[in-house]
């Protein structure tokens, strides 16, 4: 009944920029965390961003001030604007979300999760 799914992931060359998008169903949008991890190959999944329901935003430092997440709650999507890429953002983006009023950075506590989507730099 809870679904999350992510698009907009593929080949770009270095400093170029990508718009990833993750529609959630089943779900209240405007009562939940959502976070965008990504899992690069021989590493663990880490947390890229986060955005609690009201609006507030964390950030890696891998990728603060290049990448900004945001949310459509009409919509029912969440967002991330990916620029300025360089090939160590190689990996899987994961979508992921949880029934919460705040921001919420702990992987352990999010409850839904994304099939992922590729994103690959070139240098």
């Known amino acids: 009944q809870v679904q999350l799914v992510e698009s907009g992931g593929g080949l770009v060359q270095a400093g170029g920029s990508l718009r990833l998008s993750c529609a959630a169903s089943?779900?209240?949008?405007?009562?939940?965390?959502m976070a965008w991890y990504r899992r690069a190959p021989g590493k663990e999944r880490e947390l890229v961003a986060a955005?609690?329901?009201?609006?507030?935003?964390y950030y890696a430092d891998s990728v603060k001030g290049r990448f900004t997440i945001s949310r459509d709650n009409a919509k029912n999507t969440l967002y991330l604007q990916m620029n300025s890429l360089k090939p160590e953002d190689t990996a899987v983006y994961y979508c992921?979300?949880?029934?919460?009023?705040?921001?919420?950075?702990?992987?352990?506590?999010?409850?839904?999760w994304g099939q992922g989507t590729q994103v690959t730099v070139s240098s």
């Open positions: 089943g779900l209240t949008f405007g009562s939940i965390a």
């Open positions: 955005i609690s329901s009201g609006g507030s935003t």
């Open positions: 992921a979300a949880v029934r919460s009023f705040s921001l919420v950075t702990t992987q352990r506590e999010y409850d839904y």
